[in-house]
């Protein structure tokens, strides 16, 4: 399954013209191509084949649509330039609206996010992540270092003519300045390992089952208003305490003997809270109220990494927002 529209080194693309390179982004695209999509593909390669001129002799790889399986979207351009990697999300002049910025740059950050951490050949790299706007005509000057350490810059914003400007002053400002051919062509098929998000592990679980198969849940009135007072205790106690928890619910079945998968009857109702102040995983029965280690550290860990990026995703709003003030 391909997992991009269109890559290629750079040499490759600058020579080809626009009108083949379009026909091969709407051969390789599952699907009838808008006119408004063919207009947005025709744009972003004008506008690439002038920024990438400087670059033309380097070992550089340029790849347009990268699928990004967790998010369901596409990078519109990855750039793979002296070591670094470039996320390009250009944005129409139909689309273009400033009110909606911070969204723009939350996009654009969801990307890099996933990439650094997601994606295996990505890991290790610097990754840039950067919004074309047509309305804005100047470009972010300012370079940031991730408050994380984790090698992604801070969201910049440019206009399309400000757009190789600023690829040369980050490429300044990251100490690249002579070729590096480590980053090729392997990039593009790379392992890509994302831990599903708890919603997202639910939705997985459901999509296959009909609405009647997930509505009849048989659980009784007793059952769910004590499931429900008990999680509304979690919560109670949790802020209390400054502590975070999740829960989950599942239940055993005694008519069939043997754990739900996809319904919810209503016996014997078992509870897992995951204690992140003390990394542990406890299940407890509201029988016997009996506690004891039932996972392996592994949820904790992982529901840390996805709050981390959520953290993150935050404070990079409100830089957008500042960021963004400057360019109304």
């Known amino acids: 399954m391909a997992r991009c529209l269109y890559n290629s080194t750079i040499r490759e693309f600058l020579q080809l013209s626009p009108e083949a390179l379009l026909g091969r982004f709407v051969n390789n695209y599952h699907g009838a191509a808008l006119t408004t999509t063919n207009e947005a593909w025709a744009n972003e390669i004008h506008i690439m084949q002038e920024v990438l001129q400087p670059w033309m002799d380097e070992d550089g790889q340029v790849i347009f649509e990268y699928d990004i399986p967790r998010l369901g979207k596409r990078i519109d351009v990855v750039l793979l330039l002296r070591g670094l990697i470039f996320c390009l999300e250009f944005k129409t002049r139909q689309e273009a609206k400033k009110e909606n910025m911070r969204s723009y740059i939350e996009q654009v950050l969801d990307y890099a996010l996933d990439l650094k951490n997601f994606h295996l050949l990505s890991q290790n790299r610097i990754i840039v992540p950067i919004l074309i706007h047509p309305w804005i005509s100047k470009s972010s000057s300012v370079f940031q270092a991730s408050v ?56 997985r679980l459901y999509e296959n089952h009909s609405v009647e198969d997930i509505t009849r849940h048989e659980a009784d009135k007793v059952s769910t208003d004590r499931t429900i007072a008990y999680i509304l205790n979690v919560i109670k106690t949790s802020r209390e305490k400054g502590e975070k928890s999740i829960c989950f619910v599942t239940v055993y079945r005694e008519r069939e003997r043997r754990w739900s998968d996809w319904t919810l009857p209503s016996n014997s109702l078992i509870r897992m809270v995951i204690n992140w102040s003390r990394t542990r995983v406890r299940s407890t029965s509201p029988a016997t109220g009996h506690w004891s280690q039932c996972l392996p550290r592994l949820w904790p860990l992982t529901i840390r990494r996805n709050a981390k990026l959520e953290a993150r995703k935050r404070i990079y709003q409100t830089l957008g927002e500042r960021s963004v003030s400057s360019y109304r």
């Open 148 to 203: 994380y350490d984790d090698s992604i810059y801070n969201p910049l914003l440019t206009g399309p003519a400000r757009l190789q400007q600023l690829i040369a002053d980050v490429l300044a400002h990251a100490g690249a300045t002579v070729p590096d051919p480590s980053l090729g062509a392997d990039w593009v098929i790379s392992p890509y390992s994302p831990t599903p998000t708890i919603i997202e592990a639910a939705k």
